[in-house]
Each structure stands twice: as C-alpha cells, then as structure tokens.
C-alpha cells in the first residue's frame, strides 16, 4: 500500500530560522512527488513537483529535493507569512492517466517574529 | 482569471437531506477530482474523472455521487447514505496533456450536516 508520512507533525519557528520539513513514502514505483501548501480554510496551492531523485527545484525561500525514499522542503530565512500547513503527495506509476494522488497529513509551520 | 470556483463557501444541512456541491473551472483540464480532508487526516479521494460523461470511484465514494456532463462542471452530491458528511470537500482539476501532473485545487466547501 502506498504510503506518506511527514515529520514533524507542527513546527514553530522564529523569523530568520532556517529549518526543513521531511516527507517520507513508500510507493511501487515513483512518477511524480508533489508539494503544496495550505492556508487555514483555503485550498492547497500547489508548489513543485519532483520526478527522480536527485532533482531539486526552488522558489523563494523555498527549495524541495528528493531521494528515493523522501522528500525535504527547506525554508531559508522563514517569515511569518510562510505559515501555513505544507502537504507532500506523491502519485505512484501504478495509476496511470487517472494520476491518482496519496496525501500526507502535511506539517503545521507557525512563524513567528 | 482561470481558475476553479467551488459554491459555496458554507453549507449547513439536516441529516437525511441530500446537498449538492458544485465546482467548475475554465483551465480547460480534462481531469477534475474530488477530496474530503478531515482534521488529522491526508486527503482522500472520493471520485475522479478523466473525461466528460465518465467518471470513476475513488477510495471513499459511498455515499457520493456525482456527474460530468460538462468538461468545465463536476459536481458532487452528498446523500443521504454518507455516515459523516461534516467535512471540508476539495474539487481539484488537471491538465492530461501537460508533462508534469499535478492538480490544482479550488479553495474548498466545508459542509456541516446537523
């Protein structure tokens, strides 16, 4: 069974305060590992997509790698508006077109100043 | 702007009523999901469909429905029959021909049933 766990659950930080958040999955066989952020009530909003490991991609202040068996998203030089909860969700090869995706409970990020 | 558009925002209903939620986007996706999120859980996928008049189970679709008469509407019904109905539902659509596929998602209706 495909799966997604994220660590830490909740992370508080100080603005200034770099630090990463880890998406760990096990799948049959990897197409594609997405990241997303989500605002209080609020729709996830999509960030990067990550396709073999080795790849990184960035965007502002924050940059998503990947391994074969997780993911980290670091946040440099945080500020308070990058709270939100950041989810991972990675799309097995098994699923085709339909492009099926399985969630995480996503990481609870609380910047503060 | 294009985008996907969920009404409404707030939905309050009786138990044993049947409520319909809508979502429609003009990204011209071919793809458009459904989702429920609960707190403490991931999101878990109710229906999908790939193409217009077709449309497939996901992993929670008892007491769901839905239609796909539209490529731009894809709405979803809550019967009776679901046990939990509280919760906040995601539309999501994507573009089959793009080479990356990700889903983009409408900002959400949270359903209270009383």
């Known amino acids: 069974e495909d799966q997604v766990t994220r660590s830490p659950e909740a992370l508080r930080l100080q603005e200034g305060e770099s630090s990463s958040l880890n998406c760990s999955y096990t799948?049959?066989?990897?197409?594609?590992l997405f990241w997303y952020r989500q605002d209080p009530g609020k729709g996830p909003e999509f960030l990067f997509t990550?396709?073999?490991a080795g790849e990184e991609k960035e965007k502002e202040r924050l940059k998503a790698t990947l391994t074969k068996k997780e993911s980290f998203l670091h946040i440099t030089a945080p500020k308070p508006e990058d709270s939100a909860t950041y989810l991972c969700a990675v799309q097995p090869i098994n699923t085709g077109t339909a492009s099926k995706l399985t969630f995480g409970t996503g990481t609870r990020l609380q910047v503060t100043l | 702007d294009g985008g996907i558009t969920q009404s409404p925002k707030y939905l309050f209903r009786k138990e044993g009523q049947n409520v319909t939620l809508s979502c429609e986007q003009n990204l011209n996706h071919d793809a458009m999901y459904w989702y429920r999120q609960d707190p403490g859980q991931g999101l878990r996928l109710i229906y999908y469909s790939q193409i217009v008049n077709d449309f497939q189970k996901g992993d929670i679709a008892e007491g769901y429905s839905v239609s796909r008469e539209k490529k731009e509407s894809f709405p979803l019904t809550v019967t009776s029959a679901q046990k939990n109905p509280t919760a906040f539902y995601l539309c999501a659509s994507r573009a089959r021909d793009r080479p990356s596929y990700e889903q983009y998602f409408g900002p959400g209706t949270r359903l209270t049933v009383t």
């Open positions: 799948v049959s066989g990897l197409r594609g």
């Open positions: 990550l396709y073999s």
